[in-house]
């Protein structure tokens, strides 16, 4: 077991990234989690209404596999006194996460789990620190497949010793100017590395326990994007958080994307930044916010874990998780980088600016480039695309071949680019072919 266990890590290393069976992990991850929909009010019959929801959406036949159960699932005064065990809570799933996994299986679905790398979770339920190899054998057991490992209530014999800016906790951390965190005494001298700190350590702890287990278990880091994640992250999980958690509402869902958009050189094939679990369906976005939300998220190639109640969730938001062009970028198995800014728009290129993130985004994929338009402000106004600006598209080029990804409509031919009235925090997308002759 423990030589297995090396030759793991020896792996990881050697490949700088978490390379596990059957291409778990190499594309983001698609599926649904209970946290923004339900928090800790989840139980067996919730859970498994979203997983037949999932099948009968039609979101199953579009990608999504993951039916994920968050925090709040155990017993919360502790662990069996015999094995040491950590007990699913008998009241809210009768049938064990067994039982629970069982169910979901028998659909065609995976099922994920939850943790933290403390002493407890977030909502005050056992945790993993300490209980690592007994806790990833009792999950492979009970047949989970995707394991998120939060980071609250950490021991302080397992803090950092020094502090690494994430400019969108600044109240934790420290004011911040332009995305870059003033500095402190606490800041970790020059050439700090990030690999060696306990925060990165007690993350691999747990993913040396997931990789003993005969079982793949994919392995989602959410430590809010603390200690230099990117450094590491991509050899310890298949993705890690970048930033705080997210919230429902225009605001939070622009600061995410304007953090991540200086982030995307980690993403690529078997490592993914992780900007959090989607909103759409949940507080006031509207519907062209949830568009800009679920674009950008598929385009940065964050893993797509919806978060509403799919019971109520209405058909217009459904059709958004759904679409096929731009899951199909998220997906696709042969361009691994994501869609990254080539014009901030509203403001000058490489603005750090929390409300007004980049505007202008493309990225390449086997169904050609995609290329994206948000319009940041409060109120409509044009947004053009031009053709001589996108990158990747054939040197010299004039005219394309163009399909609204929103509609799927083929547009035919069109010359030099396109410019239209972008309704307040929508976007345009469209995916780019071939060079075409216009007449």
Known sequence: MQKSISIAVLLVQAAQALVLKDGVGKLPALGWNTWNAFGCNINETNILTAANQIVKLGLKDAGYEYVNIDDCWAVKSGRDNVTGQ?????TKFPSGIIGV??????????VGIYGSAGTETCGGYPAQIGHEYLDAATFAAW???YFKYDNCYV???WTDEYVACVPDQWQTYGPYINGTCKASSSDAPPGYNWATSNTANRYAIMRDALLAQNRTILYSLCEWGQADVEVWGNATGSSWRMSGDITPWWARVAEIMNENSFLLNSVNFWGHNDADMLEIGNGNLTLAESRSHFAFWAAMKSPLI????LATLPSTHVDILKNKYLLAFSQDKVHGAPATPYKWGTNPDWTFNATNPAEYWSGQSTGGILALALNTLDTPAEREIKWDEVPHLTPGGKAFMVTDVWTGKSLGCVKR?????VQSHDTIGYMIGEKCSHK
């Open 86 to 90: 950590i007990i699913p809570d008998p």
């Open 101 to 110: 996994a069982n169910q979901v299986h028998a659909l065609g679905l995976k």
């Open 143 to 145: 047949g989970i497949d």
């Open 155 to 157: 021991p302080a014999n």
């Open 306 to 309: 919806i978060g509403t109640n």
């Open 417 to 421: 680019g396109i410019k239209t009235l």
